[in-house]
């Protein structure tokens, strides 16, 4: 597995980057995964660090997540942990699939824009006037799978993201899963008029 380690406003040293080797390693032998890459990413900013973790499984699965800590080590154990968390869930989930489910799903890319928030603008105008006028951060591109449910819920927990647009693989009707604020997910399905809640598993 291709392992990418970048530090950002510190100089990684040796120890650190065989810390985070092995523990990532051990934690993917675990459940028997191979990774088909990884980067990760340690940040110091304000005395404290952040860690950011993205691994690559095969069938197009990533797994993200974020970690901090005072120690570099702290925050991306804090990172690993989120990690194992969510391999656990991805791993119990995959023994109750079918192998035809482990397909690569069929999916489109569709333009995608970021917009400037006025809590992050310095301008106190911005959006207050004319809603169009606000600032385009960056164009690209969204890639919209056509997935089931509940493997759109199961891509959005490994994920290190609030929500998730798909296609409904029952009715190719665009739906979307996002994570409520009671801690559950919410699921959005306009073709079929309705708004469910799915409990969340440990």
Known sequence: MNIKIIGKNIDLGKAFQEFSQNRLNEVLEKYSYNAVSSQITLEKKFGSFKAKLKVNLKNKIELDATGRGKEANVAFEDAIAHTEKRLRRY??????????????????????????????????????????????????????????????????????????????????????????????????????????????KE
């Open 91 to 200: 791993h119990r989930r995959m023994k109750n699939h079918r192998a035809s489910d482990l397909d690569e799903p069929f999916s489109t890319i569709e333009p995608m824009k970021i917009y400037e928030s006025a809590t992050n603008s310095p301008d106190p105008n911005i959006g207050s006037t004319d809603p169009e006028s606000l600032p385009v951060v960056a164009e690209l591109s969204y890639k919209v799978e056509e997935l089931t449910v509940e493997q759109a819920v199961m891509r959005l927990e490994l994920a290190d993201e609030n929500c998730l647009l798909f296609r409904n693989a029952s009715h190719s009707g665009l739906n979307l899963v996002y994570f409520r604020h009671d801690g559950n997910i919410g699921w959005i399905d306009p073709r079929g008029a309705r708004e469910n809640t799915i409990q969340r």
